[in-house]
């Protein structure tokens, strides 16, 4: 009977993995269009929905919108969507024009702009900071140091860590200390307000009057109460998702809080890539758009808002990450004349590091080499983990209930010379193994502050990616609790 209650576990877990090995799959091998593309991966991969635009030739070759929002509401190409992190490129563009326009410097420190800055430096590499003011320039770079809990008026406390970095091959990499530059949502929402104090302007106005009424970006806003209807943001749990209604404060626009469409990035990323002759918005012609995604140093990685990654492939430029309740990719390739952009109303580490870029890649291969192969089918990994803890969960709380058996039989084997070695094993294995569950789930907070550069709670971890988060933090507690039942059932049965 015991050798039954062990093994029965593994064969489900077997079975799970086989059906999702050998079940038919979603889909053609190959995909040849975007449309198929996209309208098979939003199911393999378990997204809610989204809106993709792209842009070949230096026109809009495609933009189609798939699934539905938050609260299952159909999305369409013109359905307004927050566009997170990628936001800096909106502001990176009106920094640019005001540089254009000698309107504002790079090379000036901005506590010249907002002098209860000027405690702010510059940052080189790990976590030391360089002894001279920060300009403009840095800030835009995001070569910052920001003093811990110091700047409560630029810092509105969104939930959710700090913007995904949104290519996982620059993930873990970016926020160890060996990273040249940290990145924060900090540097952008600054940068807002100091062009707001330099046109005595808010935000959302410069943003519609240099950038959005000139290219006809007309449900494009920092100002979301503006506009009737926004998609409703999600979660997701194991392949299912969840509505939050929470929204992204004001001050917050300038770095991940702008509110867009697909056919409105389109608009944006076409003139970013392909400008026709003559064309221009106020502060930047035709010519000089390549000045946005140009690094704003020689050894830097960053543009006007971009993100510039280089690698044998050449080189690649693109922004994205995910806020609460959303997420995005954006890449550009300008020396093709081409661009990809994904809005979709769902967020987490998953989707934005992971999900985005594969699509992206793919509908890169179909744009530039005509066929891309299937990729990997997320949402089935996710379902095989989601029933192999379940069953895991299962055999936890089926130990706790056997926890008087297991402490009898175990004192047994003490009673008996030859066992004994193997009882004090178990007990001190079980002891150890209380311990480090507790440690774990007590210093997992402080682990992610190593990593992020911020203080986090554990409602915000939980937040991040709901389905890993709540699946660790469970399984941690429940062993810990097994353990706690199993210790307490020893100590009863020796006193009697």
């Avoid at 998702?241 to 469409?261: K, Q, R």
């Avoid at 008996?416 to 480090?436: K, N, P």
Wanted: with cysteine.
């Amino acid at each position: 009977m015991k050798f039954l209650r062990h093994i029965i576990p593994w064969l489900l877990i077997v079975a799970i993995i086989l059906a999702a090995l050998y079940l038919p799959d979603l889909g053609p091998e190959n995909y040849k269009d975007f449309d198929s593309l996209f309208s098979n991966e939003r199911v393999r991969q378990g997204i809610a929905g989204y809106e993709v635009a792209i842009i070949k030739d230096g026109e809009i070759a495609f933009n189609k919108a798939y699934g539905f929002d938050g609260q299952r509401q159909p999305l369409l190409k013109s359905t307004p969507l927050y566009l997170g992190p990628a936001s800096e490129i909106l502001t990176g563009t009106l920094l640019c024009q005001f540089v254009n326009e000698k309107k504002i410097s790079l090379d000036v420190p901005i506590a010249q702009f907002i002098p209860d800055l000027a405690s702010l430096k510059a940052k080189r590499s790990g976590a030391a900071s360089l002894d001279m003011p920060l300009t403009l320039r840095q800030l835009a770079a995001h070569r910052v140091a920001f003093p811990e809990k110091e700047l409560p008026d630029y810092d509105p406390g969104t939930i959710g860590l700090e913007a995904g970095l949104p290519d996982p091959e620059l993930f873990l990499k970016s926020h160890f200390p060996t990273e040249n530059y940290t990145r924060s949502r900090l540097s952008y929402r600054i940068i807002g307000a100091i062009l707001e104090k330099e046109s005595n302007k808010k935000f959302s106005d410069l943003l519609e009057s240099m950038i959005t009424i000139p290219l006809g970006m007309y449900l494009t806003t920092a100002r979301p109460s503006s506009i009737e209807h926004i998609a409703v943001g999600a979660g997701s749990f194991f392949g299912l998702t969840f509505p939050y209604l929470e929204e992204v404060p004001y001050d917050a626009a300038a770095s991940d809080g702008i509110v867009t469409t697909s056919e409105d990035m389109a608009k944006f990323l076409k003139f970013i890539v392909s400008p026709g002759r003559g064309e221009e918005i106020p502060g930047l012609t035709s010519s000089q758009t390549p000045r946005l995604y140009q690094a704003l140093y020689k050894d830097g990685d960053t543009g006007f808002g971009w993100r510039i990654a280089n690698s044998k492939k050449g080189r690649s430029i693109f922004q994205g990450g995910a806020i609460r309740g959303y997420a995005s990719r954006i890449v550009i390739y300008p020396e093709r004349n081409a661009a990809i952009v994904i809005l979709t109303s769902q967020d987490g580490i998953i989707i934005s590091n992971f999900l985005l870029p594969m699509l992206v890649s793919c509908a890169e291969q179909i744009l530039f080499n005509g066929e891309s192969r299937r990729p990997f089918p997320t949402q089935r990994a996710e379902l095989v983990v989601a029933f192999v803890f379940l069953i895991y969960l299962l055999s936890i709380i089926l130990q706790i209930q056997s926890s008087f058996s297991w402490a009898r039989d175990l004192l047994k084997y003490r009673e008996t010379g030859i066992s004994q070695l193997y009882a004090r094993f178990v007990l001190i294995r079980t002891v150890v193994g209380l311990i480090l569950r507790i440690i774990i789930v007590v210093l997992a907070p402080f682990a992610i502050e190593a990593l992020v550069g911020r203080s986090v709670s554990y409602q915000e971890i939980i937040a991040f990616e709901p389905g890993i988060s709540s699946m660790l933090m469970t399984a941690l507690l429940f062993g810990a609790l097994r353990n706690i039942s199993r210790l307490v059932m020893v100590v009863r049965l020796r006193r009697s």
